[in-house]
Nanobody, 121 residues
Framework: QVQLVESGGGLVQPGGSLRLSCSASGNVFRINAMSWHRQAPGKERELVAHISDGGSTNYADSVKGRFTISKDNAKNTVYLQMNSLKPEDTAVYYC???????????????WGQGTQVTVSS
């Protein structure tokens, strides 16, 4: 059994920063690629940032230059550093491990429960 647990969300003023964390626990052998997605009220879930197994990154145009994704394979954890936050960044943020490998060498697609980020003055 595998769980992804996000943390670090909250309320922040425009221009502020937050750092989200997502840790995989349970029968995890290797996390491989990881990504962050977000869903604002009334909108579809969208990809925010992705990091490959080798560490290559890509970002949605709306967050380029402001957000940074990173991961610590030893801790089975992915991070999202969010700077210069804007009200339009308000959403529930979800982490995703699309090809996480368990100790039984089985690949699976896992999602966290989400963490709320609210950018408001």
């Amino acid at each position: 059994q595998v769980q992804l647990v996000e943390s670090g969300g909250g309320l922040v003023q425009p221009g502020g920063s937050l750092r989200l964390s997502c840790s995989a626990s349970g029968n995890v052998f290797r996390i491989n690629a990881m990504s962050w997605h977000r869903q604002a009220p009334g909108k579809e879930r969208e990809l925010v940032a992705h990091i490959s197994d080798g560490g290559s990154t890509n970002y949605a145009d709306s967050v380029k230059g402001r957000f940074t994704i990173s991961k610590d394979n030893a801790k089975n954890t992915v991070y999202l550093q969010m700077n210069s936050l804007k009200p339009e960044d308000t959403a529930v943020y979800y982490c995703n491990a699309p090809d996480l490998e368990t100790i039984d060498y089985v690949l699976g697609n896992y999602w966290g429960q989400g963490t709320q980020v609210t950018v408001s003055s």
